[in-house]
C-alpha cells in the first residue's frame, strides 16, 4: 500500500512533464498456465528472473490462469518459475525478450499426487499487442551493415517502408507524415527540422541494444503514429563488468564514384572513435552503462546543374539563348561558374549515453538515462552528395545538438498488476549561417527552368531549438481471462525559431533569354519575385494529452479478442496576431475528436497456425514547420510578398526589397485554416494468416489497408471566378499538332489589397493496399534470417509541391479531385532480405572445420525496390494569349497552382528499378581469457548499383499558347549513393 501511495504521489507532482510511450523500449511475458484437464489454473505463482541483470518478478495467474509481466528489459537469459500448491513445478530457461514484442509462454502443470501425465510448455513469439496484427520486426544493430551508422538503414528493412527520392526522409505505407521514434519510450523523433532525418537519435549507436521497426498495428499506448514506428532499446549493464574500445574507419580507397560526379569520389576519410564500460555498482541491485563517441571526417559535393532546358551533353545549351550575343555570354559565364563545382564537407561529431539501473523486487526497477549528442558541419550539409539540380552554393556552418534525460519506474501493484511510469526531456537545436557564394548577386536566390542558381541557402542565419517534456504512465492488469492495459500521456512542446525564410529574396525564371535580359538591367522579365520581411524571433509551444482502454480477452481456448480506445487532444498555440480581413490567420483550431477505436482478434486454427486481424485510427500529428506557417499566417510578424513584373514598383534583378514599406502594394500573402481543422488520420487494418515453423521461426501472408482521411489542402481564395476560356495546342516531338488542351483561365485578384491568400483545409484523401509475405527464421542465438515481400499500391490527391510545409498546391484552385493518382510514395514491390550467422560446429579443437570457422560472423541486408514514381510538368514562358493577362504565370491556367501536364494523372513517370547488398564480415580472435578483438569489414552497396533516385520531369513548355515537348523526359538527374566501405577494430574486455 506505501508503494501506491507513493507511486500516486510522484504522479500528482509531476504535471509539467509529459508523452512517454511507456509501451516502448521494453519486452513482455506474457501466458496461461493450465491444468491437466486444460483449464486455466488460477493462483499459480510465476517468477521471472534474469540473473545477469539482476532482475526478479513475482505474478500470480488470474482465475483463468492468465498472467502477464509488461516492462521487461530486452535481453537474453530469462528464465520463468512456475509453482502451485498441488502441483509440480516447471521451469523454463534460456528465453529471449525481443523489444517491443510478447514472449508468449503456454503451460501445464501435472498433479504433484499423480503419476499419469506429465508438464509440458510451448513458447512462441507474438507482437507486442498480442491479439491484433501488428507487422513488425527486430534487429540487433551492431550485427548490421549500417552505412554512416545511421538509423535510417535499419527502418527501411522494415516492411511496407521506403526512402523518398532525396534518400533522406524514409516513408512508411505511402504517407510522407512525421512517425514517431522512442528510445526506451522517449520520443526522439525530429519535428523540428524535417531535413535533417539521419541524425535523429541523439546517443550514440553503440548505445542500443536493438532496433524495432513496427508498420502496422502498434501497441495502444502509442500517439501519432500515422506513419511507423522506430522502437530502439538501448544498452544495460549487468553484474560481469564489460568494456570495449573500437574505431571505424574510412578512406577513399574505400568508395566508389558517384554516378553524376564526373568520376569523382566524393566521399573522403573518416574515423569514428568510441568506448563503453558497463558492469555492476550492487551486485544483482544497481547497473551502469556509459558510451562515449567521435566523428570526425572530410568528404566533398558537387554542385550540378541538369536541367534540360539549360544543359546538355555538351554543357551549357547557349544556342537556347536568344539575347543577343554580349548579353547571352555574359549569362553564360554567370551559370558556367556554378556548374560541376567541388565544395569541401567536412563534418565533426561527438554523443554520449549513461544509464543507471536500480532494481529491487520490493520497489520494482529503476531507471535513468542522460544522452547527448553535437553535430557540425562548418562548410554546409551534404557530404558525399551531387546536386539535383543546383542548390548546393552559399551553405555555411550547420550545428545540430540533441541532448535527452528520461527516468523510468516499473512496479507491481499487487499480485495480478504492474505499472510503467515514464518521464523525460528530450531537446533538438539546430543552427545555420550564410556562406560565400562567391557570385555578384550574393546570397540572392534564382530558379531558372529549375535549376537553383546564386544561394542555395533560403535563410541567412537559422535556429530551431525544440523541446519535448514528456510523461507518460500505464496499468497493465491480469484480472480473469482479460488482461487490461490502462494509460495517459501528456506533452509539451517549447518551440524557439530565429530564421526569416526567404529574406534575401527569389528570382523565378522559365528561359535562357530571360534570365541573359534581365542580367544585362534596365529591363523585367522574370516570372515571380518573392521575398520575406519581418521578425526573425519567435516562440511557440505545442501540448498534447493521450489516454487509452485496452482489453485483451482470452474469450475461447483458441480465440483472444481486443478492443479499447485511444483519444488524443493536440493543444496548439495560438498567435497575438490576426488580419482584418482574413480573422482566422494566426488562429490554430485544435481538435477535440482524434478518438479511435481498437480492435483486433487471434484465432489459432491449429497449433501451429494463427488467424490474426487489427485495425485502428492514427493520427499525424501537426509538423512544427507547418504550426509555425500557420501561426505566421497573418503576416504581420513576417510578411511573404509574391511580385509579378507587371505590378507597380516591381524590382529589377538583382535588386530586392529594404522592407515591405517600398515593396509594391497588394503584394502580401496571408495564410489561414477553415474554422474546423483537423489532424489527418489513416483507418488502418491488417489481417493475417500465420504459420509457425518451431517456436522461433515463422512465415505469414498479410493484407495490409490505410486509407488516409483529412489529408492537407489549401486553396488560393483571392482568385476572382473565372469566366474565360482558353485552349493551348500540343505539339509532338516533330512539330506537328498532336492534341489540344481547353482550361478556363484566372485573370484577376478578389482584393488587391493582398497577393496569395491560402486558405488550408481538411479535403485531401489517399489509399494503401497492400499484400506482404514474410518470414522469419531463427536458429538458436548463431542463425537469423528474415525477409519480406511487398506488393502495394498507393493513391492520393495531395501529390502536388507544397505551398506551405506539409500542404500541397493542386492544379486547378482547390479541385483536388482533379489530382487524384499515384502517391508521390507509390513503390509497387519491395523485396527485404537480412541475415546473420555465426558458424558454430560441434567438436573439440582437433577439428579443422571447428578451427578455420571459430570466430566469425557473417551479415548483410539486400534490398530490391520498384521505382518512385514523378509526375510530368509544363514550363510556362510568360503571357500565353493576346487579349488577356494570365494572373500567375507559373501555371497554365494562370491561378499559380501545380503545373503538372493535364492529360496525364500525376506521378505518371517511372524511372529505374533499384537494388542494394550489404555485407558485414567480422572475426572474433581471443588475445587473453579475458579480453578479445574482433576485426570487422562492412560494404555498403557491394554491387555498386547506382539507381536513379530523381528524374527530369519537364515534359513541355508553354510559350504563345503552345506546348511544346521537351528532350530528356524522364531522364536521370540524381541517383543513390554508390559503394563504400569501412572497417573496424573492436577491442573487447
Given amino acids: 500500500m506505501r508503494k501506491v501511495c507513493l507511486l500516486t504521489l510522484f504522479i500528482l507532482l509531476l504535471p509539467s512533464f509529459a508523452p512517454a510511450q511507456t509501451a516502448a523500449g521494453s519486452g513482455v511475458i506474457a501466458g496461461v498456465v493450465r491444468d491437466p484437464y486444460d483449464e486455466g489454473l488460477p493462483d499459480a505463482m510465476v517468477v521471472i528472473t534474469n540473473q545477469s541483470i539482476g ?99 535499419v527502418a527501411l528493412l522494415g516492411t511496407a517502408a521506403s526512402l523518398d527520392r532525396r534518400n533522406e526522409r524514409v516513408v512508411f505505407r505511402g504517407q510522407a507524415v512525421p512517425y514517431p521514434a522512442a528510445m526506451d519510450g522517449l520520443l526522439t523523433s525530429p519535428l523540428a527540422q524535417t531535413a535533417l532525418p539521419g541524425v535523429a537519435l541523439g546517443v550514440p549507436p553503440a548505445a542500443v541494444k536493438e532496433v524495432q521497426v513496427v508498420s502496422s498495428g502498434y501497441a495502444a499506448g502509442v500517439n501519432n503514429a500515422m506513419g511507423g514506428l522506430l522502437n530502439f532499446a538501448t544498452r544495460t549493464g549487468s553484474n560481469y563488468v564489460h568494456g570495449e574500445v573500437y574505431d571505424f574507419f574510412r578512406n577513399s580507397s574505400l568508395v566508389a564514384a558517384e554516378r553524376f ?26 547497473f551502469y552503462f556509459v558510451n562515449l563517441e567521435g566523428n570526425l571526417g572530410h568528404a566533398q559535393a558537387m554542385n550540378r546543374i541538369s536541367s534540360p532546358l539549360l544543359v546538355g551533353a555538351g554543357g551549357l545549351l547557349r544556342a537556347n539563348c536568344t539575347a543577343g550575343t554580349d548579353k547571352c555570354n555574359s549569362a553564360a559565364a554567370f551559370i558556367e561558374k556554378q556548374m560541376d563545382v567541388i565544395l569541401p564537407r567536412a563534418q565533426f561529431s561527438s554523443s554520449g549515453f549513461a544509464r543507471l539501473d536500480y532494481r529491487d523486487e520490493r520497489w520494482g526497477d529503476l531507471n535513468l538515462a542522460l544522452g547527448f549528442s553535437r553535430w557540425r558541419w562548418p562548410d554546409g550539409m551534404g557530404a558525399g552528395q551531387v546536386a539535383e539540380n543546383g542548390g548546393m552554393l552559399g551553405q555555411g556552418p550547420h550545428a545540430l545538438q540533441n541532448s535527452l534525460v528520461r527516468f523510468g519506474w516499473t512496479t507491481g501493484l499487487g499480485p495480478f498488476a504492474i505499472n510503467e511510469l515514464g518521464l523525460g526531456l528530450y531537446r533538438d537545436r539546430f543552427t545555420a549561417k550564410p556562406g560565400e557564394t562567391g557570385l555578384s548577386t550574393g546570397s540572392l536566390r534564382i530558379n531558372l527552368a529549375g535549376a537553383w542558381l546564386g544561394s542555395g541557402q533560403p535563410y541567412g542565419r537559422s535556429i530551431w531549438d525544440v523541446e519535448r517534456k514528456q510523461y507518460g504512465d500505464q496499468i497493465t492488469a491480469n484480472i480473469g481471462s482479460h488482461t487490461i492495459k490502462l494509460g495517459v500521456s501528456w506533452h509539451t512542446s517549447p518551440v524557439r525559431i530565429n530564421e526569416i525564410n526567404d529574406a534575401n529574396g527569389t528570382y523565378y525564371y522559365s528561359t535562357l533569354t530571360d534570365f541573359a535580359l534581365d542580367l544585362a538591367g534596365g529591363v523585367r522579365n522574370y516570372t515571380l519575385f518573392t521575398q520575406r520581411f519581418g521578425t526573425a524571433d519567435r516562440k511557440f509551444t505545442n501540448k498534447e494529452f493521450a489516454a487509452y482502454f485496452q482489453d485483451a480477452w482470452r474469450l475461447l481456448p483458441r480465440l483472444s479478442v481486443t478492443y479499447g480506445l485511444r483519444w488524443e487532444k493536440p493543444v496548439l498555440p495560438q498567435s497575438r496576431y490576426s488580419d482584418t480581413a482574413f480573422w482566422r490567420a494566426g488562429r490554430l483550431p485544435s481538435p477535440n475528436i482524434d478518438g479511435s477505436p481498437i480492435l ?74 477553415v474554422n474546423k481543422f ?103 542465438q548463431d542463425l537469423t534470417v528474415n525477409g519480406s515481400y511487398t506488393f502495394s499500391h498507393a493513391i492520393d490527391n495531395v501529390s502536388g509541391p507544397w505551398a506551405i510545409p506539409n500542404v500541397p498546391l493542386s492544379m486547378e484552385h482547390g479541385k483536388t479531385n482533379l489530382d487524384r493518382g499515384n502517391a508521390n510514395f507509390d513503390q509497387r514491390h519491395r523485396l527485404v532480405l537480412s541475415w546473420f550467422w555465426r558458424p558454430s560446429l560441434s567438436g573439440g579443437a582437433s577439428n579443422p572445420a571447428q578451427r578455420l570457422l571459430e570466430g566469425w560472423e557473417h551479415s548483410g541486408t539486400f534490398v530490391a525496390a520498384s521505382a518512385l514514381p514523378a509526375t510530368p510538368l509544363v514550363l510556362v514562358n510568360g503571357q500565353q494569349f493576346s487579349g488577356i493577362n494570365l494572373l500567375y504565370t507559373t501555371s497554365l491556367n494562370g491561378s499559380g497552382g501545380w503545373s503538372r501536364f493535364p492529360l496525364q494523372g500525376p506521378n505518371t513517370l517511372r524511372g529505374e528499378a533499384g537494388y542494394t547488398a550489404s555485407m558485414r564480415l567480422a572475426r572474433t580472435l581471443r588475445v587473453t581469457e579475458k579480453a578479445s578483438a574482433k576485426l570487422i569489414f562492412e560494404v555498403y552497396n557491394l554491387l555498386n548499383s547506382r539507381f536513379a533516385t530523381g528524374l527530369n520531369t519537364v515534359a513541355y513548355t508553354a510559350t504563345g499558347g503552345v506546348l511544346r515537348p521537351v528532350a530528356g523526359l524522364g531522364t536521370a538527374n540524381s541517383a543513390a549513393p554508390g559503394l563504400s566501405a569501412q572497417m573496424a577494430l573492436r577491442i573487447d574486455f
Avoid at 489459432?604 to 512544427?624: C, E, H, I, K, W
Fill in 261 to 286: 560526379s564526373g568520376g569523382r569520389k566524393l566521399l573522403g576519410w573518416r574515423h569514428q572513435p568510441g568506448a563503453s564500460v558497463s558492469g555492476p555498482l550492487s551486485k544483482d541491485h544497481l
Fill in 678 to 780: 483537423r489532424n489527418p488520420f489513416t483507418v488502418q487494418s491488417t489481417l493475417s494468416i500465420e504459420q509457425r515453423l518451431g517456436r522461433r521461426s515463422s512465415v505469414s501472408l498479410s493484407y495490409l489497408g490505410s486509407p488516409g482521411r483529412r489529408l492537407w489542402t489549401l486553396k488560393n481564395v483571392n482568385l476572382t471566378d473565372p469566366t474565360t476560356f482558353r485552349t493551348y495546342t500540343i505539339l509532338d516531338a516533330a512539330g506537328n499538332s498532336a492534341g489540344s488542351y481547353t482550361t478556363y483561365v484566372w485573370l484577376a485578384r478578389s482584393s488587391t489589397a493582398y497577393g496569395r491568400v491560402y486558405e488550408v483545409a481538411n479535403q485531401g484523401l489517399s489509399s494503401y493496399n497492400a499484400l506482404v509475405a514474410r518470414f522469419d527464421v531463427r536458429l538458436g
Fill in 55 to 153: 532482475l526478479s518478478r513475482t505474478i500470480y495467474t488470474t482465475i483463468d490462469g492468465v498472467f502477464e509481466v509488461s516492462g521487461l528489459p530486452p535481453a537474453s537469459g530469462y528464465r520463468l518459475d512456475v509453482s502451485r500448491k498441488g502441483f509440480e513445478s516447471l521451469s523454463v530457461d534460456d528465453l529471449e525478450v525481443p523489444v517491443g514484442q510478447t514472449l508468449h509462454v503456454e503451460i501445464g502443470l501435472k498433479e504433484a499426487a499423480s503419476s499419469e501425465g506429465e508438464n509440458w510448455h510451448t513458447v512462441t513469439l507474438e507482437p507486442l499487442n498480442h491479439a491484433s496484427a501488428a507487422i513488425a520486426s527486430s534487429w540487433h544493430p551492431d550485427r548490421l551493415p549500417l552505412r554512416d551508422r545511421l538509423w535510417q538503414d
Fill in 600 to 673: 483486433g482478434a487471434v484465432y489459432r486454427l491449429r497449433d501451429d497456425t494463427v488467424v490474426r486481424f487489427g485495425g485502428s485510427f492514427y493520427y499525424a500529428p501537426q509538423p512544427n514547420e507547418l504550426v509555425d506557417a500557420l501561426l505566421l499566417g497573418s503576416a504581420k510578424e513576417q510578411t511573404p510578398i509574391t511580385v509579378n513584373r507587371t505590378y507597380t514598383a516591381a524590382p529589377y534583378f538583382p535588386k530586392v526589397f529594404t522592407s515591405y514599406s517600398v515593396a509594391p502594394a497588394g503584394t502580401k500573402d496571408v495564410v489561414y485554416t
